[in-house]
């Protein structure tokens, strides 16, 4: 079947018993390897339909975002498609682009204005349901303008992953995630604030970033405009910058762990250059991974088969022969010779080997 390795690794991730915070947005980043697309979302739900958060990938557009919350959602995008709540509370589990693809919805004001300022232009959605058939959420994929519409095929493999995300969302979790953290490198932001602590300059995922340490992005904390008081860890920095014996001198670091992950503010007071010019305190933020979703990540990017893979990880997690065997249902001997070309397609020759290649593998993403 064709994205059979991209689906068994998607159903590995359900099976690890992350919290719902970690399992999403590595679904979401899973499912561009399954069907191509240009952002994710997923929008969590209660059972009666209501939003109750979100994960987008990329940054937040905070004007967007609140004209969204404040004029279209379960209100006027009803006027070009059914309302959030009448999609997700329906029997539909696809939604597809067809249904939106006319010149009625490209002429409405949620295209225009909400859409377009995005870059969005077409999307496939699969309400994501637990085994009751009670709402999870709304896991949406979208594509841009001149990209090819989503198929029939896209459809049915949606559907497939759908019934794992809802699979990874209904494990138990055992909750916040112990043990080492890796970095990710395409989650770093940086910001300022002035003299008197006002937040004025922010990088494209900075709000994210701050939402994210903070709790996570909700209807009614991104539809507002933010500012320093808003976000403790910040005002903490602050605070701790102005009571330092000798301002100006030294950077300070504080770490927040939360269901998202672990993220680490580093400030650095910065002075002007010359007359006139008022110090700022500039700030970075690094969001990092717990190893074993690293781990996961950089086993499902090696050259071997969905088989393969799980001898492999199982391996490197110091599981013998017969542990593997019958963690796996299959024989010794099957273990054996998935071994022996697992080491051939890696050019390995034994277990410490292979762990250390991984282990680069895992660094190497980290940057």
């Excluded at 590995?12 to 399992?23: I, K, Q, T, V, Y």
């Excluded at 007071?269 to 010019?277: H, N, Q, S, T």
């Excluded at 690094?286 to 086993?299: D, F, N």
Aim: glycine content about 8%; overall charge neutral.
């Amino acid at each position: 079947m064709k994205f059979a390795a991209q689906m068994a690794s998607l159903r590995a991730l359900a099976s690890m018993g992350l919290p719902a915070e970690l399992f999403v947005p590595a679904a979401l980043e899973m499912m561009h390897g399954i069907i191509p697309s240009l952002r994710n979302l997923f929008d969590w739900t209660d059972a009666q339909g209501n939003l109750i958060r979100y994960y987008f990938e990329g940054p937040i557009d905070q004007r967007v975002a609140a004209h969204y919350f404040e004029e279209f959602h379960n209100r006027r995008e009803g006027d070009v498609m059914p309302t959030f709540r009448q999609a997700v509370t329906g029997r539909s589990v696809i939604r597809s682009a067809q249904e939106l693809e006319n010149e009625a919805f490209y002429r409405s004001a949620l295209y225009n204005e909400i859409w377009r300022p995005q870059g969005l232009h077409t999307r496939l959605e699969a309400v994501v349901r637990d085994a009751g058939g009670r709402p999870l959420g709304s896991l949406v994929l979208y594509r841009g303008p001149g990209e090819r519409s989503f198929s029939r095929e896209d459809e049915v493999l949606l559907e497939q992953a759908a019934r794992y995300v809802a699979r990874g969302l209904e494990v138990p979790s055992a909750g916040l995630v112990a043990g080492e953290f890796v970095e990710r490198r395409d989650r770093r932001a940086v910001l300022s604030l002035d003299a008197q602590g006002r937040l004025c300059h922010l990088s494209a995922d900075a709000l994210k970033m701050l939402l994210l340490s903070h709790g996570g992005v909700t209807p009614e904390n991104v539809a507002h405009s933010h500012r320093r008081e808003d976000f403790p860890t910040l005002s903490l920095l602050w605070q701790q910058h102005q009571r330092a014996a000798t301002p100006g001198s030294d950077g300070m670091v504080i770490t927040v762990e939360n269901a998202w992950g672990r993220f680490v503010y580093e400030s650095a007071p910065m002075a002007p250059l010359g007359d006139g010019g008022a110090p700022m305190l500039h700030v970075g933020i690094r969001q990092q991974e717990p190893y074993g979703l690293g781990l996961r990540r950089a086993i499902d990017a090696l050259p071997l088969s969905p088989a393969q893979r799980e001898v492999c990880a199982l391996l490197h997690a110091g599981r013998n022969t017969s542990d593997i065997a019958a963690s796996l249902s299959i024989s010794p001997s099957t273990v054996t010779d998935h071994v022996k070309k697992i080491y051939a397609r890696l050019d390995v020759h034994s277990v410490h080997e292979l762990s250390a290649r991984i282990h680069r593998q895992v660094m190497t993403q980290a940057g």
